[in-house]
């Protein structure tokens, strides 16, 4: 396939590169005289493993060229990859000025193109922006339509600096935000020669993805920095501490705990954060991170309470008030204490949890939801109908399957639905309400 590459930093060197070495013919455009000078001589312009020798080969093959005719790349080629950089500015929003002169400049070229164009965008940028404000600027400057005279997708990059080659053809996955069903199958032929699986979804998802790809393994260093501080301060060897985390691939090292829902609490959460906090202070390690925990969780109440509370109604029920399903552990579940401020702003509760009788609950549990909640009996109702009906919001604390086949069935009560009970919630109507998704 024939290929143009706009900005030869490291996405765009590598990803030149990589695509001559397979087989496609490959111009990349810069605006940099050095860079394309570099590259045209045979040689890398950035420092990097194994692609120094790449380029010699795929130069010397004719496979890549580089250029500074953005025109002629385009006019010579079916496919455009957008690289160029997005750097932080002062208040840390995106610069996207190079992304955005360029699609400009690239609509102007495109309106006198008469065969198609597709673009794939790879920049990071944030959510929103391809459609908002990169598509509208190539209509506005090439005169053509989006998905009619010429396409566009995003497709994120993951590859790290250092080991950029070995990660270009080793990606955990490719990801292609899309609104055409053709950019998947040209992103497969172009890749044609990865293993990876490639995931298809809507062009912001792709474009948040990257970002929380990003956050993810931020929060993950920052995290194993501050264990590992506090570990010193013990006199424990943080690194065989983190082998030993690692070893558990079941909760450490997996998709648990990763996804939207309610707040965490139990009698085990909310008590090892603080005791660990606690830790930290009295070793006068500041710990950021670990303070960070407790207040973002309750940001995350205060956000279900805010919901719960937007619909100007007065009388509330709650299916599910443990904190989570299948136990009947009241100790620190947050809907607990969202019962308890509900109760204290003075609306009506109701609440049903097939998992608690609280005739029958004993000892810590009993202890602490009497602390709470005095007289909590007097608001338990013996079915979910009860709820139900008595109700003007409905709020799912946690998981049943029974809960799910009820909310289904409501028309004329709003849900708050904490747990994300119903997989699809595009199939319900719009009294159902996800705190964060
Ligand atoms: N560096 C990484 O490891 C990495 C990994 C994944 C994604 N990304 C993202 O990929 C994008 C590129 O990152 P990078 O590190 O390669 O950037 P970079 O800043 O190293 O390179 C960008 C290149 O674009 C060129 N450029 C600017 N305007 C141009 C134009 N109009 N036409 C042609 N070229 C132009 C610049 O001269 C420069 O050579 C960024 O959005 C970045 O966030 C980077």
Redesign the pocket.
């Known amino acids: 396939m024939k290929i143009s590459i706009?900005?030869?930093?490291?996405?765009?060197?590598?990803t030149a590169a990589c695509l001559a070495r397979e087989g496609h013919e490959v111009i990349g455009?810069?605006?940099?005289r050095e860079?394309i000078d570099t590259i045209n001589a045979g040689k890398c312009?950035?420092v990097e493993e194994k692609i120094g020798e790449i380029i010699a080969e795929v130069v010397g093959r004719r496979q890549l060229e580089a250029s500074f005719d953005?025109k002629s790349a385009i006019n010579h080629t079916d496919v455009s990859m957008?690289?160029?950089?997005?750097?932080s500015q002062d208040n840390g929003d995106?610069d996207l000025s190079?992304?955005l002169?360029?699609s400009e400049?690239i609509g102007q070229v495109l309106k006198n193109k008469s065969s198609f164009h597709t673009l794939i965008y790879?920049?990071?940028?944030p959510p929103g922006t391809t459609e908002e404000q990169v598509i509208p600027r190539l209509e506005e400057s090439s005169g053509k339509k989006v998905y009619v005279d010429f396409d566009v997708c995003f497709n994120?990059?993951?590859?790290?600096?250092g080991s950029?080659v070995s990660d270009f053809y080793n990606p955990p996955f490719t990801i292609v935000g899309q609104q055409s069903r053709a950019a998947q199958q040209l992103l497969g032929r172009i890749y044609s020669f990865l293993h990876a699986p490639l995931h298809v979804t809507n062009i912001k998802t792709a474009e948040m993805l990257?970002y929380v790809c990003?956050s993810y393994h931020a929060l993950k260093i920052c995290f194993a920095n501050e264990i590992g501080s506090l570990a010193r301060k013990l006199g424990i060897d943080g690194f065989e501490l983190m082998r030993l985390f690692m070893l558990d691939d079941k909760q450490n090292l997996s998709g648990m705990y990763l996804k939207p829902g309610f707040a965490y609490g139990g009698s085990c959460l909310p008590k090892d954060v603080r005791a660990l906090n606690y830790l930290a202070k009295r070793l006068d390690y500041p710990a950021p991170l670990l303070n960070a925990v407790p207040l973002s969780n309750n940001e995350h109440l205060e956000q279900g309470y805010k919901l719960i509370t937007s619909f100007n109604a007065r009388k509330i029920g709650f299916l599910g008030l443990s904190f989570k399903g299948g136990t009947d552990d009241l100790r620190e579940s947050p809907l607990v204490l969202l019962a308890e401020r509900l109760i204290g702003k003075g609306y009506e509760l109701l609440i049903y949890d097939i998992n608690v009788n609280v005739a029958r609950i004993f000892g810590a549990n009993k202890a602490y939801i009497e602390a709470e909640i005095p007289h909590i009996e007097k608001l338990f109702v013996n079915s979910i109908d009860d709820v139900i009906f008595n109700s003007e919001v409905i709020v799912i604390g946690n998981y049943d399957k029974q809960y799910a086949d009820a909310v289904r069935k409501i028309k004329d009560r709003e849900i708050v639905d904490l747990s994300r009970i119903i997989e699809d919630p595009s199939s319900l109507r719009d009294n159902y309400h996800g705190i964060c998704w």
């Not at 030869?8 to 060197?13: D, R, S």
């Not at 994120?156 to 600096?161: A, H, I, K, Q, S």
Request: net charge positive; glycine share 10%.
């Open positions: 706009f900005g030869l930093g490291y996405v765009g060197t590598v455009i810069d605006i940099n860079k312009p950035i953005s957008i690289c160029v950089g997005t750097p995106t190079f992304v002169r360029l400049k790879r920049s990071t940028v994120p990059e993951f590859l790290r600096e950029s990257k990003n």
